[in-house]
């Protein structure tokens, strides 16, 4: 097996698996398969896809890191209440440096942890603004943009599931941003995506609201990796426990692929027939 990675399809009545991730993961592109994860957290990938993300380099995918928010409310130390951001930021070079990731392709967005909603859409900003981009801010000012600028062809984002606001809202606002970074709104971030991704979720704190089809299996060198990468977020006092759950899993994960159709009224013309 190449790598060492074995990969699972769940299918009606089988499962396929394969070491060969291009029968496995439809419409592969070869040398042009760009992989985007987006996270709320600095944390989470690899806490949720940290084996997906180094098979994914392993395979020769050019792959990049999207970090949403600051980590501004991720302190457990009342002396690190004003410093947790530049702290997080560290950790979270390190620990994408560990997983083997370029760190020209770790992208850092600034908006405010624990504070998202507002965040929610686009509006015009103030020059300057940590989260401005073209003169505008809001989450669907700033995926769009970045979408426009990678251009991946899949896209991994936190499950719509999970417990935490911040995961949703990322979900939730990427999912829109597909449908703005197609089109020819906003130039100003980009010229618009030829095609929409391919788009995935990977679970961190809670379980997917569907089974999902997607397995990855890696040698258990790709879960030590994992887990000194996870072990980089020192400042994270709950690390420790994170890190047992993780070693109890072992060297597997599972993603969900999502369905992502722009309307069409043809699908529905045959319940009517």
């Known amino acids: 097996m190449a790598h060492g990675i074995t990969y699972f399809r769940r299918g009606v009545g089988a499962i396929q ?34 084996l997906t993300f180094q098979a994914a380099l392993a395979e020769g995918v050019q792959v990049h890191a999207v970090i949403t928010t600051d980590g501004r409310m991720g302190y457990c130390k009342f002396t690190q209440r004003r410093s947790i951001s530049e702290i997080r930021r560290s950790e ?26 507002p965040y ?6 103030t ?13 669907q000012n700033a995926y769009p943009h970045i979408l426009r600028l990678i251009r991946p062809t899949r896209v991994f984002l936190p499950t719509i599931s999970d417990l935490h606001p911040d995961h949703r809202i990322v979900n ?6 597909l449908f703005h970074a197609q089109g020819n709104i906003w130039p100003e971030l980009g010229p618009p995506i030829e095609k929409v991704p391919a788009v995935y ?28 990468a996870i072990r980089a977020y020192a400042s994270q006092e ?16 599972y993603i969900r692929e999502i369905e992502f159709n722009f309307y069409s009224p043809k699908q529905y013309e045959k319940l009517f027939v």
């Open 17 to 50: 698996a394969s070491d060969n991730i291009a029968e496995i993961f439809p419409n592969w592109q070869g040398p042009r398969e760009c992989w985007m994860f987006v996270a709320a957290h600095d944390d989470d990938i690899v806490t949720g896809a940290g």
């Open 92 to 117: 979270a070079e390190k620990s994408f440096k560990i997983l083997g990731l370029p760190l020209e392709n770790l992208h850092f967005l600034h908006f405010p942890d624990c504070n998202l909603n």
């Open 120 to 125: 929610r859409g686009r509006h015009f900003a």
């Open 127 to 139: 020059i300057g603004d940590p989260t401005e981009v073209e003169g505008a801010s809001g989450l």
């Open 172 to 177: 939730e606002e990427m999912l829109i941003s």
């Open 201 to 228: 979720e990977y679970a961190t704190y809670c379980d997917f609201p569907s089974p999902p089809q997607l397995r990855i299996t890696t040698p258990a060198a790709m879960l030590e990796t994992k887990l000194e």
């Open 238 to 253: 709950q690390i420790d426990v994170l890190i047992e759950v993780q070693r109890n899993a072992g060297p597997q994960e």
